[in-house]
């Protein structure tokens, strides 16, 4: 039997009475480091697995390659579309035979179950696979990165970007809280709200966050002055997700981020930098959030009704007259 059959027909509850989205929590934390229990920093024992359309694990591989670990932790990629079973698996398709060529696996729930007989969960990416043992050792996210700047400094290419520096990190630390709450998490919040109520308060939340960081941007060029960040690599990964899928797909719909003048720069100068442009992949990214069946809750069976765009502008000057140079006689 694979993790993906004993998985089958199973999900977490993550929907509160309200209706609101309350993500699950990661199963596999154990820190990277020296101390006793801690996962050693090793060359080449570890697997990253991925999905391009993930923006968890898309910071991840930002932060793998712009600090020069490529040969240091290898990468699987798991298909941006998911198999047909309701918020389950993620499958290597991808590769040839279908399974991963290092761990052997065609879903990725293979190595959650025999890591925990017990697991229950949706498996999900990132996750930190020893290659030694084909056991899962580390999914979480929220610190993932921060490892990989931190204890594999070690292996950091020469003159790599200090991403997390530690006169920093407690304001780094503080606002990559508040974008994870409000934006990161927020789109989903919105998307997978089961309530009207529950999805107006994150709509409403996401687009007060967007505001100000707009603002914070009209002063510096990056989150925290001339320099890249690890709170940059963990709002690209949503702002370049948003235009081409939580937009219509989560209903976030009061702005495009390229509407946003700051925001929408701010983009563009991180596409355009290393380690961000080049390891975006939009076509997967559509194909995730507009036709994988797993990842739109029933099709909106909810009859959520989306609270943007803003129409106001509707009724605002233009100067499409000046085309012809003349208007039609039904409009005087």
């Known amino acids: 039997m694979t993790g993906n059959d004993k998985l089958e027909g199973k999900k977490p509850e993550e929907i509160s009475k309200d209706g609101s989205f309350k ?10 480091g020296t101390k006793s229990g801690e996962l050693p920093v090793v060359a080449g024992r570890y697997r990253l697995i991925w999905s391009p359309a993930c923006p968890w694990a898309h910071r991840s591989v930002i932060v793998r390659k712009v600090l020069g670990l ?5 990468l699987g990629t798991v298909s941006p579309m998911r198999p047909d079973i309701p918020r389950v698996d993620w499958e290597f398709s991808l590769d040839d035979q279908g399974t991963d060529p290092v761990l052997g696996i065609r879903y990725l729930s293979e190595i959650y179950i025999s890591t925990d ?3 229950s969960g949706r498996p999900t990416v990132p996750v930190v696979v020893d290659v030694t043992n ?10 993932l990165t921060n490892y990989l700047e931190r204890e594999w400094a070690p292996f950091h290419k020469e003159n790599a970007p200090d991403l997390y520096p530690t006169h920093l990190q407690t304001e780094i630390d503080a606002l990559n809280d508040v974008i994870f709450h409000d934006i990161n998490n927020g789109v989903y919040k919105c998307g997978f709200a089961a309530s009207q109520d529950a999805y107006e308060l994150a709509f409403d939340q996401l687009f007060a966050r967007l505001d100000d960081l707009e603002d914070r941007l009209s002063k510096q060029r990056f989150l925290f002055g001339d320099f890249i960040t690890d709170s940059d690599v963990r709002l690209y990964s949503t702002l370049i997700r948003f235009d081409a ?3 219509s797909a989560f209903k976030t719909n009061r702005n495009l981020i390229r509407e946003f003048k700051n925001l929408g720069e701010y983009v563009k100068d991180l596409y355009q930098t290393p380690g961000f442009g080049d390891t975006t992949d939009l076509e997967a990214i559509k194909k995730h959030y507009h036709l994988s069946i797993t990842i739109i809750p029933n099709n909106n069976e909810k009859k959520i009704l989306p609270k943007g765009p803003v129409l106001t502008s509707l009724d605002s000057p233009h100067s499409r007259h000046l085309i012809s140079g003349k208007q039609e006689k039904f409009l005087k």
Do not use: C, G, L
């Open 23 to 32: 993500r699950q929590k990661n199963r596999f934390a154990t820190p990277f």
């Open 70 to 74: 490529e040969n240091v932790i290898s």
């Open 117 to 119: 007989h017990n697991y």
């Open 134 to 143: 084909k056991q899962a050792v580390n999914n979480d996210y929220f610190k």
């Open 245 to 247: 899928a939580y937009y």
